[in-house]
T-cell receptor, first 113, second 114 residues
Framework: KQEVTQIPAALSVPEGENLVLNCSFT??????LQWFRQDPGKGLTSLLL???SQREQTSGRLNASLDKSSGRSTLYIAASQPGDSATYLC????????????WGAGTKLIIKP | GAGVSQSPSNKVTEKGKDVELRCDPI?????LYWYRQSLGQGLEFLIY????????KSGLPSDRFSAERTGGSVSTLTIQRTQQEDSAVYLC????????????FGPGTRLTVT
């Protein structure tokens, strides 16, 4: 059974720092991996999607990497800003059911001004 | 264009009552998903619709939960005889139904059962 773990559960850093959020999954047979952002009381916003054949994706100050064989993904945020404060969720699609998402519990990120 | 919309945004109901939650997907999206996010827990897959295919209901927690999708567009999630453990945020998402199956989420419905 696929399990997704995110470490740390919470992170607080000063504005301007670069930071890394971690996601690990137990079954390497995935179709893709997505990183989402959730703001309090709001829905989910897709940040980056990495297909199983890809190693990384970049969008602005965000870079996500995927190492399928070791079951790991990282989300790198450069030059963090207070507006980056949110909960970041990682989700994987199993290769056998590529429409489904299996979720991590999230990392709550606070960027201090 | 318009994103995924859900209604109501908040619903408070008494234990034992039935509730209906509505989702309007992005126009043209053939795939629709329902998830549940309980306090302090991760997101839980409930059901998946793709076009005219039979839905994947494997995530529905009990037979009190059902969902339908009319005309391949709007979907309704129905919870009968609500229990306090049903209190959660119910999220709907849609996708184009083709690779890479990127999902776009609505703002959710917060359900509170008293």
């Amino acid at each position: 059974k696929q399990e997704v773990t995110q470490i740390p559960a919470a992170l607080s850093v000063p504005e301007g720092e670069n930071l890394v959020l971690n996601c690990s999954f137990t079954d390497s047979a995935i179709y893709n991996l997505q990183w989402f952002r959730q703001d309090p009381g709001k829905g989910l916003t897709s940040l980056l999607l990495i297909q199983s054949s890809q190693r990384e994706q970049t969008s602005g100050r965000l870079n996500a990497s995927l190492d399928k064989s070791s079951g790991r993904s990282t989300l790198y945020i450069a030059a963090s800003q207070p507006g980056d404060s949110a909960t970041y969720l990682c989700a994987v699609s199993p290769a056998s059911r590529n429409y489904q998402l299996i979720w991590g519990a999230g990392t709550k990120l606070i960027i201090k001004p | 264009g318009a994103g995924v919309s859900q209604s109501p945004s908040n619903k408070v109901t008494e234990k034992g009552k039935d509730v209906e939650l509505r989702c309007d997907p992005i126009s043209g999206h053939t795939a629709l998903y329902w998830y549940r996010q309980s306090l302090g827990q991760g997101l839980e897959f409930l059901i998946y619709f793709q076009g005219n295919s039979a839905p994947d209901k494997s995530g529905l927690p009990s037979d009190r939960f059902s969902a339908e999708r009319t005309g391949g567009s709007v979907s309704t999630l129905t919870i009968q005889r609500t229990q306090q453990e049903d209190s959660a945020v119910y999220l709907c998402a849609s996708s184009s139904g083709t690779t890479p199956y990127e999902q776009y989420f609505g703002p959710g419905t917060r359900l509170t059962v008293t």
